[in-house]
């Protein structure tokens, strides 16, 4: 008689909450560098400490673009906001 | 009453039925609902139900749509991954959650245990899926 085992296995999530503000965009450059670029541990030394400088790199420079996104988007609500007469709201914003 | 983290049994079976489509292109729909601790869920549910789901700002009842990974393989492992998901500007607390099928009958896949209630007032919850692996994933099969 044949039989195949299969085992299903699910992994565990983290949970991440703050309390009267947003994840900041550091937060969200670690989770994009997770997502792009994996070393491997078995990986030939040599290959696995330049893929760690480049992955250094690329945080660096996804960091510095996403704060640059987040202050574009502040200048767009703050200009809307301005524009229907809120210049207090939108001078707060500007201020963030 | 208790959230304990679990693959449905009713999934594992509805697998091999092909009632579960986890492709990003013209997959199914999964969401994600959270639970507050008094709900219970385990590898016994079968389908999402209304009951104990968490109410508060910026939380809608039946969840979130989660965004799907392809699945893929490594070694003899094959696994599939979401997209974190994040409520934001959420005021909620949370123990749990089930993620199910919205597209087929709202079918269960896992529950997932927060281990502790979880709150965010005024702030971001977010979902971390872990690592798209064949050991962390967050669905696999070996």
């Known amino acids: ?96 | 009453m208790a959230i304990s983290q679990a693959m449905c049994t009713s999934f594992k079976q509805e697998l091999l039925e092909g009632k579960h489509n986890f492709l990003a292109s013209g997959g199914n729909s999964f969401k994600l609902a959270l639970y507050t601790s008094s709900a219970s869920l385990g590898a016994s549910t079968t389908a999402y139900s209304s009951s104990n789901e968490v109410s508060g700002t910026n939380y809608t009842a039946t969840g979130s749509a989660l965004t799907n990974v392809n699945p893929t393989t490594s070694g003899t492992t094959a696994f599939t991954d979401f997209a974190d998901l994040t409520f934001s500007n959420a005021t909620v607390t949370a123990n749990g959650c089930l993620i199910y099928n919205d597209t087929n009958s709202d079918r269960a896949v896992c529950v997932l245990a927060f281990g502790g209630d979880k709150t965010s007032t005024a702030g971001d919850f977010t979902i971390q899926f872990p690592a798209a692996d064949a050991s962390n994933a967050i669905i696999r099969i070996a």
């Not at chain 1, 009267?20 to 997502?35: A, D, H, Q, S, V």
């Not at chain 1, 502040?74 to 707060?92: D, F, W």
């Open chain 1, 1 to 96: 008689m044949f039989s195949v085992d299969v085992e299903s296995t699910i992994g565990s999530v983290e949970v991440k909450t703050t309390q009267n503000e947003g994840l900041k965009p550091e937060y969200w450059t670690e989770r994009i560098m997770e997502r792009l670029i994996s070393v491997s541990d078995n990986a030939d030394p040599m290959v696995k400490a330049q893929a760690e400088a480049f992955k250094e790199t690329i945080q660096t420079v996804v960091l510095l673009y996403m704060k640059q996104a987040i202050a574009s988007d502040r200048a767009t609500v703050a200009g809307l906001l301005e524009k229907q007469g809120h210049k207090e709201m939108a001078n707060i914003i500007r201020r963030l």
